[in-house]
């Protein structure tokens, strides 16, 4: 080489006997005299050295053959290129996102499948492909892929149907905004899919549902902006689990036209729901405030643990009961309810619309606990039938009818005596804090607060949201205010 070579031809491309490659180095390399030029040849097969020299590394190629995640989103990709030499330049891909390009057929993504046999994740959205009429030779298949993204390629529920025997691992399948109707179930396809995206599919109905609804490994089904309306599982009554999706436990039904209390009661039907998201729907649009609907999907949901992607906390979950027994409790001792068991007869009307109302009149139901999917726990709750004192009209405009007697104990201050004070029941633990602290002399930083409900003897709620009020958490007159410190 050249001593007088300048430095500056790093990046440079260069051609040699007729290969490519790009100038990686340029410099002495002991103890060779003279100055070398270091390379990375476009043809992996053509290098034998990996730019290290006696244990010294002077520099890196990239090793396509380490390669594993490739996107080439919208860069006019047509076809699979030459026959196998996506598999010689670059065999452990496993993530590949092709969306927006310009292939036409499935046989030109079988022509990369092929090439690519440990391929997990495949974006293909956006691109208009002709799918095969017939079912595709098993000899096309994708032996290890888990996610497949097909969101505004044309594919129909048939082509999905037909090309699925090639998916037998797939976990995760995306079809959003195809103008897919549900055509037929399933049959020994889709079997271990736990993700279905059918987003922005005006055709989907209710009754398309219930063809997919056997799907044994379904975890979650994303419905958002499909205009679905209802829903009932004619398979279960009033306060029975359906058979149907055994497996979900999240779902996404954004955007709809849900307008009616009717379809959140059907899905409390689903034996496996445990998160559930709703926004954007007439029903949750209405006029009686993102709270208070919160509250009540909350109640109608018994095993509901997460809510618009908010977790749902124990003493949520107590106060959106409470509220709810109270709010309708005029209502149903109208339709025949009653404080005595032996009387207590709503009608079918009621039950109806308010299929959980009884069991939370009850001193003991079944809850979900922190078990596995569809195990549940037994858990003691004496709400009890709603007592007339209850549900009084209240008149929340007289601070009279808003202030609550409490009872103040302090557990670990055995020389304090149990005093008694009235705070308004709009007032924030915060605010509640404020006032301890001076009357006890304690910094607010301190303090932690609970209480006890005389009808829920034995359970201590803890109130560790400084920013919500004692009606956020459901205290009533007569329970015992706890301060620690």
């Known amino acids: 080489m050249n001593d007088t070579l300048t430095l500056d031809v790093i990046g440079r491309r260069v051609e040699v006997n007729g290969e490519h490659a790009t100038v990686r180095f340029s410099g002495v390399v002991p103890p060779v005299a003279g100055l070398w030029l270091g390379v990375e040849w476009d043809n992996p097969a053509r290098g034998k050295h990996d730019g290290s020299h006696e244990g010294i590394v002077y520099f890196k190629c990239s090793q396509l053959s380490k390669l594993q995640e490739v996107s080439l989103r919208n860069c006019v990709v047509s076809c699979a290129g030459d026959k196998g030499a996506i598999a010689k330049a670059c065999p452990n891909i496993r993530r590949v996102d092709l969306s927006r390009n310009l292939l036409s057929s499935w046989d030109e993504v079988l022509s990369i499948a092929d090439q690519l046999k440990h391929l997990e994740v495949l974006n293909l959205s956006e691109n208009k492909l002709h799918f095969p009429s017939v079912s595709p030779s098993l000899a096309g298949t994708f032996p290890a892929l888990k996610v497949l993204v097909l969101n505004r390629t044309g594919i129909t529920w048939a082509e ?16 959003k905004s195809n103008d897919i109707s549900i055509s037929e179930r399933p049959a020994d396809v889709l079997q271990t899919v736990k993700l279905l995206d059918l987003s922005s599919n005006p055709l989907i109905d209710e009754n398309q549902l219930f063809l997919i609804a056997h799907l044994p490994r379904l975890e979650q089904l994303i419905l958002s902006d499909v205009g679905i309306s209802s829903l009932h599982f004619p398979d279960a009554g009033t306060g029975c689990k359906t058979s149907m999706f055994p497996s979900l436990q999240y779902l996404v039904v954004n955007d709809n036209q849900i307008s009616q209390w009717s379809f959140i009661n059907e899905l409390d039907k689903l034996q496996s729901l445990r998160a559930l998201s709703c926004v954007r729907n007439p029903l949750t649009e209405g006029g009686s405030g993102p709270q208070t609907t919160r509250q009540f999907i909350i109640a109608k949901i018994g095993q509901l643990k997460t809510l618009n992607k ?19 409790g005029n209502e149903w001792k109208k339709a025949g309810g009653h404080q005595d068991p032996d009387k207590n007869r709503p009608n079918e009307e009621f039950l109806a619309a308010h299929p959980r109302y009884q069991s939370l009149c009850l001193s003991t139901y079944m809850r979900p606990g922190a078990f596995p999917a569809a195990a549940l726990q037994l858990e003691q709750l004496e709400y009890g039938a709603p007592e007339d004192g209850e549900l009084k009209t209240r008149q929340p405009f007289l601070l009279k009818n808003q202030l609550l007697t409490l009872k103040i104990k302090y557990p670990n201050q055995v020389d304090q005596k149990v005093t008694e004070k009235q705070l308004p029941d709009s007032m924030t633990i915060q605010k509640v804090k404020g006032l301890l602290s001076r009357l006890l002399k304690v910094p607010v930083s301190e303090l932690l607060l609970s209480y006890e409900s005389p009808k829920m003897p034995g359970r201590e709620i803890e109130l560790e949201n400084d920013q919500q009020s004692l009606q956020f958490y459901s205290v009533e007159n007569g329970d015992y205010l706890l301060v620690r410190w």
């Open 160 to 175: 999905v149907l037909r090309c699925a025997p090639g998916w037998p691992v797939l976990e995760e399948l995306y079809l």
């Open 310 to 328: 908010c977790e749902i906390l124990p003493e949520e979950r107590r106060g959106a009961e409470l509220d709810y027994r109270k709010a309708f």
